[in-house]
């Protein structure tokens, strides 16, 4: 990136992130270094991305360590490293956690992690039970479909009525049951993988998603603020109607006309950049189709001049654009963000 970003006054901020740090080992290779140097630069690249999410506002962060379908098929070498270095940072960020008031929270199995770094969690837990400025959750062999037979059996064992169960009471159960965020806003994962592999299954129905190219190493504060800028230009409808009503658009056409523009394909035979800009403007942002004129009236003046390289020129029409569609959808929307996040 080439300068840093600052984030616009009205970001909307998740209150709630899971990262699943991946490529720690494909950042390795790329390097001729070993597993265990991609992971201690992955741990290195977490602790630095913890803590500008603190700064940022972000309260409470999800972080997966290992997951119960393929932790313990690594080499040995690389199983011992593991448990040595997650207990070292464990006994590094407990005075971090106690400091800056975050409580640590273990989301997983217990049964089959060392004895010595199961001792450790529960310490970490014990001591930061009552700090609640931040919540951090360690994700240690866990699995979404584990979390949930856990707290199915456990609401069995309870000898609860099957006519009582809803989904307040299943809340109850899970990992995250006392948590004023259980629910995650969004979820990051690196290097270019596309899906979540069930990290909260049961809480994530409505979270969003963010993929992130380079392998987790390369993340930090800049990366972060890019994801959250992302995320904050989203409309979190919950299934139901869009809380400002003149944000109306369909889903489907809007990614379409979205590779459409910004990939910069051609415009359909037969049809005028304008009208199809309008067209654009208009499904994207949910804008009249007054406005939308308007809005597609800066928008091409200002790339014509762009495709010119005559940037001052572009600068004003790119201004009145921008500041048109912030204005109308009430989410932050900067110039300047758009350069810098590609």
């Known amino acids: 990136m080439s300068k840093a970003l600052n984030l616009p006054k009205d970001t909307k901020l998740p209150n709630h992130i899971v990262i699943i740090p991946d490529g720690n080992r494909r950042w390795a290779r790329a390097r001729g270094l070993t597993a265990m140097d991609g992971h201690k630069a992955g741990l290195d690249a977490m602790i630095k991305t913890l803590r500008a999410a603190r700064r940022l506002g972000v309260h409470t962060a999800t972080v997966w360590g290992l997951s119960t379908e393929n932790w313990r098929e690594r080499p040995e070498i690389e199983y011992k490293f593991l448990m040595r270095i997650i207990s070292k940072t464990i006994d590094f960020y407990l005075k971090e956690a106690e400091k800056e008031g975050i409580r640590v929270i273990h989301l997983g199995r217990k049964d089959r992690l060392p004895k010595s770094l199961i001792k450790k969690i529960a310490n970490a837990e014990e001591k930061t039970r009552n700090n609640t400025r931040y919540v951090l959750n360690v994700a240690l062999d866990y699995g979404g479909q584990q979390e949930i037979i856990r707290a199915v059996r456990n609401l069995m064992e309870d000898g609860v009525k099957f006519e009582d169960v809803d989904v307040e009471l299943l809340n109850k159960y899970m990992d995250t049951h006392d948590q004023p965020y259980p629910y995650p806003d969004m979820i990051?994962?690196?290097?270019?993988?596309?899906?979540?592999?069930?990290?909260?299954?049961?809480?994530?129905?409505?979270?969003?998603?963010?993929?992130?190219?380079?392998?987790?190493?390369?993340?930090?504060?800049?990366?972060?603020?890019?994801?959250?800028?992302?995320?904050?230009?989203?409309?979190?409808?919950?299934?139901?109607?869009?809380?400002?009503?003149?944000?109306?658009?369909?889903?489907?056409v809007s990614a379409r006309m979205e590779l459409a523009w910004w990939r910069l394909r051609k415009v359909p035979e037969g049809t005028r950049l304008r009208d199809f800009a309008v067209d654009y403007l208009k499904e994207q942002y949910g804008l009249s189709k007054g406005l939308a004129k308007e809005a597609a009236g800066y928008k091409i003046e200002g790339v014509i001049e762009g495709d010119r390289h005559e940037w001052e020129k572009a600068m004003g029409p790119m201004k009145k654009f921008y500041k048109l569609v912030k204005d109308q959808i009430k989410l932050a929307f900067e110039p300047e963000t758009i350069l810098v996040c590609p």
């Open 188 to 252: 990051i994962r690196t290097s270019g993988e596309q899906r979540t592999s069930g990290i909260l299954l049961w809480q994530s129905h409505y979270a969003e998603s963010y993929w992130e190219y380079d392998h987790f190493p390369d993340f930090g504060e800049e990366k972060l603020k890019c994801a959250i800028l992302d995320y904050s230009r989203r409309r979190r409808r919950y299934g139901g109607n869009d809380e400002v009503k003149h944000l109306t658009f369909k889903p489907e």
